[in-house]
T-cell receptor
Framework: AQKITQTQPGMFVQEKEAVTLDCTYD???????LFWYKQPSSGEMIFLIY??????QNATEGRYSLNFQKARKSANLVISASQLGDSAMYFC?????????????????FGKGTKLSVKP | NAGVTQTPKFQVLKTGQSMTLQCAQD?????MYWYRQDPGMGLRLIYY???????DKGEVPNGYNVSRLNKREFSLRLESAAPSQTSVYFC???????????????FGPGTRLTVL
């Protein structure tokens, strides 16, 4: 079965420094996708970044980058130049492929999350 | 565009009561999902609907029923609420394609449900 593991329940980082949030995954599917979402204290889920299993380069979106190491099955999120507004829960998720009615459907499996606190 | 909307935002029920959580999306997505979020557990899939007219169980379907009313709307019903169903419920939608960011899920603001 597919699984996502986030081993850091909570982390602290100083404002303006970079921080890495860990995510490892387990799947036997050769085609998969990895996502990171941010959940601030207000509760909404915000998409940050996506990495496909066949992508040759690591994904980047502004201050967010994904350190994708396929052989190690890890997809760590790197936030550069942390800001106070980055304080939030961060969830790693993997697309799971399930059959449905003769086709396929891609659902997401989420890790338990990492709570990031940015200190001024 | 409103994206994904959910009603109500908050709800308190007594054990045994029933209620329906409503969800609607205006992005013309084929797939819709219901998740619950509990402290320390991340998001767990309750039910999903890959397309209009189809629904399937997720990881934690017991105690819930769903209806995909049309392409826009996907409701979650608790027939006899239990304290274990106290949680935050999220609805989400996405395209049904398998590759790339098309599988990005767009989330509603959530419903905070307390069952006494």
């Amino acid at each position: 079965a597919q699984k996502i593991t986030q081993t850091q329940p909570g982390m602290f980082v100083q404002e303006k420094e970079a921080v890495t949030l860990d995510c490892t995954y387990d799947t036997s599917d050769p085609s998969y996708g990895l996502f990171w979402y941010k959940q601030p204290s207000s509760g909404e889920m915000i998409f940050l970044i996506y990495q496909g299993s066949y992508d040759q380069q690591n994904a980047t979106e502004g201050r967010y980058s994904l350190n994708f190491q396929k052989a190690r099955k890890s997809a760590n999120l790197v936030i550069s130049a942390s800001q106070l507004g980055d304080s939030a829960m961060y969830f790693c998720a993997m697309r799971e492929v399930r059959p449905y009615y003769g086709g396929s459907q891609g659902n997401l499996i989420f890790g338990k999350g990492t709570k990031l606190s940015v200190k001024p | 565009n409103a994206g994904v909307t959910q009603t109500p935002k908050f709800q308190v029920l007594k054990t045994g009561q029933s209620m329906t959580l409503q969800c609607a999306q205006d992005m013309n997505h084929n797939s819709m999902y219901w998740y619950r979020q509990d402290p320390g557990m991340g998001l767990r899939l309750i039910y999903y609907s890959a397309s209009e007219g189809t629904t399937d169980k997720g990881e934690v379907p017991n105690g819930y029923n769903v209806s995909r009313l049309n392409k826009r709307e996907f409701s979650l019903r608790l027939e006899s609420a239990a304290p274990s169903q106290t949680s935050v419920y999220f609805c989400a939608s996405s395209e049904a394609l398998l590759s790339g960011r098309e599988n990005e899920q767009f989330f509603g603001p959530g419903t905070r449900l307390t069952v006494l």
